[in-house]
């Protein structure tokens, strides 16, 4: 009697387990949690419009900032469908675009992956500066006088999981206000900014 009772709490127990350990991997792998993306920090060393007699205003710049993309995820791998990317642009002009991370590249569970990324225009004598436009010139004399730039950081990419057949976009916007802080100067006090991702489109 009391071997069979024995061996009948051993049964329950080891069902109890399987029940539990099936319960924690279900949740591990069915519930998704999105990537967080955040800018850490930033520095502009020079934002400025250049002139030029013969066509319109271009945009003369130096910023570089750090990048962090987190998976919370417990268990799901993220893959990399496509290229990583960040576009810069000011009022509401793309003046840059950088890769960020390639296509195939993964991202673990519960990792952090961190990225420098600077960009800059042409040399100082100031070939293949991005034209401006004159539209945006005038924005720019309005930010630049209050001594701050709105800078928009897009991130972009196509992100598959593990054990999900779905690849899903991510299209995440970092709004981020800058100071000049020209080479020499005191540097700025940056404060970190979160970046708003899209809403994700069904299954993802
Ligand atoms: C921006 O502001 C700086 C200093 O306040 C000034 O020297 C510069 O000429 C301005 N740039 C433009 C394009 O207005
Ligand atoms: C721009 O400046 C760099 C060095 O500062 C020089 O090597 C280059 O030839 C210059 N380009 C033009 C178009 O003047």
């Known amino acids: 009697m009391e071997k069979v009772s024995g061996g009948c709490v051993a049964g329950w127990i080891a069902g109890i387990l399987v029940v539990g350990a099936a319960a924690v991997l279900i949740a591990a792998y ?69 890769l960020v991370a390639e296509k195939g590249d993964k991202q673990g569970p519960r990792r952090t992956r961190v990225y420098h990324l600077a960009v800059a225009s042409a040399s100082p004598n100031g070939t293949a500066v991005p034209a401006f436009g004159s539209a945006g010139a005038e924005e720019f004399r309005r930010q630049n006088a209050t001594g701050f730039f709105d800078v928009e950081v897009k991130v972009t990419g196509k992100f598959q999981y593990t054990g999900r057949y779905t690849k899903c976009e991510l299209d ?22 979160k970046c708003k991702l899209d809403k994700p489109k069904k299954y993802c």
């Not at 002139?51 to 799901?76: D, E, K, M, Q």
């Not at 995440?172 to 900014?193: D, I, R, S, W």
């Open 30 to 98: 069915a519930v998704l949690i999105h990537v967080h993306i955040a800018v850490d920090e930033a520095s502009l060393t020079r934002f400025d419009l250049m002139s030029s007699s013969s066509s319109s205003p271009s945009l003369a710049y130096n910023l570089w900032l750090t990048l962090t993309i987190r998976n919370p995820n417990w268990a799901i791998t993220i893959k990399n469908k496509k290229n990583l990317e960040a576009s810069y642009s000011f009022d509401g002009q793309v003046f840059d675009r950088v």
């Open 172 to 193: 995440a916007t970092c709004p981020l206000k800058l100071q000049l802080a020209p080479p020499g100067t005191q540097a700025v006090v940056f404060e970190k900014v």
